[in-house]
């Protein structure tokens, strides 16, 4: 899941197989048209052993907003204590 850093109200969820790649590929307007003119840093993931259990809990957690608030909200009180 990544967080985008203006002001962190938007997030995004997707699978890769390749995490840095993802990133950089977002943040350099080359990834999903929702990401781009945003800059993005990961705040969770999570590995599994096949790619459709990834996709299955994928879209869990894209349609928990919930989940996705709190996975936010922990994150950014993790990063004050530092």
Same mark, same amino acid.
């Given at each position: 899941?990544l967080?985008?850093?203006?002001?962190?109200?938007?997030?995004?969820?997707?699978?890769?197989?390749?995490?840095? %790649?993802?990133? $950089? !590929?977002h943040?350099?307007? #080359?990834?999903? @048209?929702?990401?781009?003119? +945003?800059?993005?840093?990961?705040?969770?993931?999570?590995?599994?052993?096949? %790619?459709?259990? $990834? !996709?299955?809990?994928?879209? #869990?957690?894209? @349609?928990?907003y919930?989940? +996705?608030?709190?996975?936010?909200?922990?994150?950014?009180?993790?990063?004050?204590?530092?």
């Amino acid at each position: 899941m990544l967080m985008s850093l203006d002001q962190h109200k938007h997030s995004y969820v997707g699978y890769t197989q390749n995490l840095k %790649k993802r990133l $950089a !590929l977002h943040n350099s307007n #080359k990834g999903a @048209k929702y990401t781009r003119g +945003r800059k993005w840093i990961v705040i969770y993931h999570k590995c599994y052993e096949t %790619k459709s259990i $990834a !996709l299955k809990e994928e879209i #869990k957690l894209k @349609k928990n907003y919930k989940l +996705r608030n709190k996975l936010k909200k922990i994150f950014k009180k993790s990063n004050l204590e530092i």
